[in-house]
């Protein structure tokens, strides 16, 4: 199974009926795809849109239908549009209940890296760092490793998205959590085994006696 769907599928089993959930680029966009169709959750794109659907068939993308990040996106019905100030107001104001960010980093204690690396053109911030401070739950859905490195630091060398540390770590290799502020492997991916985990993470890890598979 390709990485991304690995992680979108497990991301997926993470909401709840009547979430309202916010969905960051790249990575988390699939996520929509997956939610079984009797999960009623909200889905918002902080540009200014509640009621966003799974992305739309080729051909059948509306150009004023767009995410955060520019790309087609599907509305519901019943969706409400709204400007990008009402759109902060509901994050800041703690109302997300979940958000679902990619990372270039997050270590051993659950900081996010997300939003810049030095030396790069950076267009904006964007969202990033009012979600993982406001959203009620954060999930990083990003893969766990990056041209052969772990992105499951130690300590992030990057700048840090929020001083707020993030709730689940979904990657294609295993589910990671931070209870008690401290990396836990949950559980790993189909078919991957816990030394393999260990292997390719640079952090370390808390080890319970029983690590399940992930269940897609």
């Not at 200014?48 to 509305?75: F, K, V, W, Y």
């Not at 759109?87 to 960010?101: A, E, K, M, N, Q």
């Not at 939003?115 to 401070?133: F, N, Q, R, T």
């Not at 999930?139 to 540390?165: D, E, F």
């Amino acid at each position: 199974m390709d990485p991304q769907i690995i992680i979108a599928r497990r991301v997926a089993k993470e909401l709840k009926s009547g979430n309202l959930v916010n969905l960051g680029i790249g990575i988390p966009t699939l996520v929509a795809n997956y939610v079984p169709a009797d999960l009623k959750v909200f889905f918002q794109s902080e540009n200014g849109l509640i009621g966003t659907g799974p992305i739309p068939e080729q051909g059948m993308a509306h150009p004023t239908l767009t995410d955060a990040g520019g790309r087609p996106i599907s509305a519901l019905p019943g969706a409400s549009t709204f400007d990008s100030a009402m759109s902060f107001g509901l994050i800041r104001g703690g109302h997300v209940d979940v958000t679902v960010l990619g990372g270039l980093q997050v270590d051993a204690h659950g900081l996010l890296a997300n939003w810049m690396i030095p030396g790069k053109m950076v267009p904006g911030m964007g969202g990033a760092m009012d979600l993982v401070s406001g959203a009620k739950r954060v999930i990083v859905a990003m893969q766990h490793a990056a041209k052969g490195k772990s992105k499951i630091v130690a300590k992030c060398s990057l700048p840090l998205t929020s001083a707020r540390p993030v709730n689940l770590v979904v990657t294609d290799m295993a589910v990671i959590g931070f209870p008690d502020g401290k990396a836990t492997l949950l559980e790993t991916a189909p078919g991957v085994s816990v030394g393999e985990v260990m292997a390719v993470t640079e952090a370390e890890l808390a080890v319970p006696d029983n690590v399940p598979e992930m269940k897609l």
